[in-house]
């Protein structure tokens, strides 16, 4: 795992709503997709021009945070409400890689500044209790695609780009084989897995536990080794989170 989002003032997320991305009529950003087009909302991209190249003329870490609002008209289809997109479709998949590529390019210059990451979700645990998927472990293996996936589009453009996988504050980690049971530790520990079966090479991502009370930071240190659990009460935090290897 590489250093994750450090909480403070010198790190701002913004949002990008991946269903407010393109645009219904031929009108727009232009973008080549295999034998066809698709047009990138101009007005949505000129929101988003303004609020992260102001962010990154202040020299802080911008990162963007990939949405998708349930219910609205949107050319990605989502896993239910989860917010995370259905990677088994194709289309899904081309999309993806397309917003990537796109956001990527346009937020990476030498003078006005790259972002620092990309965060897939929020509250993944969590959000798999509003997704259509029967099984944490199919769940996790669309997760699996989806982060794959953006970390290899990204890294085409910058190599050295985050990816953050976004956790819920609150943990009930168990050892046994719960069905149905989607805590942050057993997300973790199941998308790590298939991460040391697929790929030979490390693969770098980030840890990020959202809450709207401390908003704790992962550092190298912390995500060193160890044994994944919570602290007495249930919470996670910097002191109490570790990284399966």
Do not use: W
Request: net charge negative; with cysteine; proline share 3%.
């Amino acid at each position: 795992t590489s250093l994750a989002v450090e909480s403070g003032a010198s790190s701002t997320i913004v949002p990008v709503y991946l269903n407010k991305l393109l645009s219904n009529a031929s009108v727009g950003h232009l973008y080549s997709l295999h034998e066809s087009y698709i047009y990138f909302d101009s007005a949505y991209i000129s929101q988003l021009d303004a609020r992260i190249r102001s962010l990154m003329a202040t020299g802080g870490a911008v990162y963007i945070r990939f949405l998708l609002e349930d219910g609205a008209e949107s050319f990605v289809s989502g896993m239910g409400a989860s917010g995370i997109p259905d990677m088994s479709s194709q289309q899904n998949m081309d999309l993806v890689v397309a917003f990537t590529d796109f956001l990527c390019t346009r937020y990476n210059d030498r003078y006005a500044g790259t972002i620092r990451g990309i965060i897939l979700g929020s509250e993944i645990d969590e959000a798999y209790e509003r997704s259509d998927v029967a099984s944490v472990s199919d769940y996790a293996k669309n997760y699996f695609r989806y982060m794959t996936v953006v970390s290899s589009s990204a890294n085409q453009i910058s190599p050295n780009i985050d990816v953050v996988l976004p956790f819920g504050n609150v943990d009930s980690y168990t050892t046994e084989n719960i069905v149905g049971v989607c805590s942050p530790s057993t997300l973790l520990e199941t998308v790590c897995f298939m991460l040391d079966n697929k790929f030979v090479d490390p693969f770098n991502f980030s840890a990020l536990i959202d809450t709207d009370v401390i908003p704790y930071g992962l550092s190298d240190k912390t995500l060193a080794s160890g044994v994944l659990k919570p602290n007495g009460d249930g919470l996670l935090s910097a002191d109490s989170v570790r990284v399966f290897s």
